[in-house]
């Protein structure tokens, strides 16, 4: 579940097809870097990265103007097909969001998602005080092997 934190998807993309025939969804692997109550905590978890481009999450695109998430990627021709749903999705999140550090500014209820892209470098800032996961310990014992891509902040594809 996502909760106010920095974070940068660094594994391949899961597809979960739900039983009722609803659109799939997608998960991944991420670090997360968050703070609870002036105590930060450094971890790696499996999120739903296809929360991120929901119609009610918000991608913020200069530090102040957002746009409906959703609106983000090409969808497809013919609204009725799951298959090409997914395929659109999939193709965006690899391309545009995978890999890119991001920071989740709040979150309202379980799927709606205020976010922005951030620099590698504002990444990489690690409180000094953070409390890290064994899994998270091993990125910060290896920070240097670590290359995260970097997003023009006025861009929002």
């Known amino acids: 579940m996502y909760k106010k934190s920095k974070l940068v998807f660094i594994d391949d993309l899961q597809q979960h097809d739900p039983k009722d025939g609803g659109a799939a969804y997608f998960t991944a692997k991420a670090l997360v870097i968050a703070e609870d109550n002036a105590q930060y905590h450094g971890t790696v978890e499996t999120l739903r990265i296809s929360d991120l481009i929901l119609k009610q999450s918000s991608f913020i695109y200069d530090g102040v103007h957002s746009r409906e998430a959703h609106k983000l990627y090409t969808w497809p021709r013919n609204l009725g097909d799951m298959a ?3 395929a659109s999705k999939k193709a965006f999140l690899e391309q545009h969001v995978m890999h890119f550090p991001i920071q989740i500014h709040s979150v309202q209820e379980q799927h709606h998602l ?5 620099t590698p470098e504002q990444f990489k800032k690690t409180p000094q005080n953070i409390q890290a996961s064994p899994a998270f310990q091993q990125y910060l014992d290896h920070i240097g092997d670590y290359f995260f891509l970097r997003k ?4 929002p594809v």
């Open 84 to 86: 090409a749903w997914a």
């Open 114 to 118: 205020s976010w922005e892209f951030i």
């Open 152 to 155: 023009e902040r006025n861009d």
